[in-house]
Antibody, heavy 128, light 112 residues
Framework: QVQLVQSGAEVKKPGASVKVACETS????????IYWVRQAPGQRLEWMGW????????RYSQKFQGRVTFSRDTSAKTVYMDLSSLRSEDTAVYFC?????????????????????WGQGTSVTVSS | QSALTQPASVSGSPGQSITISCIGT?????????VSWYQQDPGNAPKLIIS???DRPSGVSSRFSGSKSGNTASLTISGLRAEDESHYFC????????????FGGGTKLTVL
């Protein structure tokens, strides 16, 4: 079945970087975009951006621009989220999720149609 | 970050219907039919239950329905069951600069 399985929990010091992996299975990675969303303790979900898993094109939330990088390894069917210059406010659970809308000819749709498959989440704790 | 507004909690008895509202703006819900609803239990990933305002993904109970009027989207759960007790949150495409998606703060549904 379609699954997204994320890497394990991380504890980082302020100023460090973290890389979260999202391994896909059960579908063609290049047919869908992958979104990244985070949820800080007691807070609402927050959109970080997406990766076109076919072209590698990305779009980032302005809030994270310059600090976040999405990438993929098509042979490993895995997508990655790299967040640098970590601060305590980055303590959160990070989710990868698949765009519900299949891409046509590798082109991601202009809008948001919902996220139909989610990873289990990766807890990132930033603490000195 | 711009956000959608939901009630913190709602409750209902088994068999009843409840509605959860999600208030946005003309930059999101008011201008686009790209509203999704999710169900999330503590410690778990969200589950998509409604997309594009009122479409139900395969496998989602027909007791869940969505609608929109102006800047407000709504999720209705009919024939409440104990298993519906969960957190529900809305999300929408937004045209605000620097963003694509905004989320609501979530609503805790208690089945009495």
């Amino acid at each position: 079945q379609v699954q997204l399985v994320q890497s394990g929990a991380e504890v980082k010091k302020p100023g460090a970087s973290v890389k979260v992996a999202c391994e896909t299975s059960g579908y063609s990675l290049s047919s869908y975009a992958i979104y990244w969303v985070r949820q800080a303790p007691g807070q609402r979900l927050e959109w970080m951006g997406w990766l076109n898993a076919d072209s590698g094109n990305t779009r980032y939330s302005q809030k994270f621009q310059g600090r976040v990088t999405f990438s993929r390894d098509t042979s490993a069917k895995t997508v990655y989220m790299d967040l640098s210059s970590l601060r305590s406010e980055d303590t959160a659970v990070y989710f990868c999720a698949r765009d519900r809308r299949i891409m046509i000819s590798g082109v991601k749709s202009d809008y948001y149609y919902g996220l139909d498959v989610w990873g289990q989440g990766t807890s990132v704790t930033v603490s000195s | 970050q711009s956000a959608l507004t939901q009630p913190a909690s709602v409750s209902g008895s088994p068999g009843q219907s409840i509605t959860i509202s999600c208030i946005g703006t003309s930059s999101d819900i008011g201008s686009y039919n790209h509203v999704s609803w999710y169900q999330q239990d503590p410690g778990n990933a969200p589950k998509l239950i409604i997309s594009d305002v009122s479409d139900r993904p395969s496998g989602v109970s027909s007791r869940f329905s969505g609608s929109k009027s102006g800047n407000t989207a709504s999720l209705t759960i009919s024939g409440l069951r104990a298993e519906d007790e969960s957190h529900y949150f809305c999300s929408s495409y937004t045209s605000r600069s620097g963003l694509e998606v905004v989320f609501g703060g979530g609503t805790k549904l208690t089945v009495l």
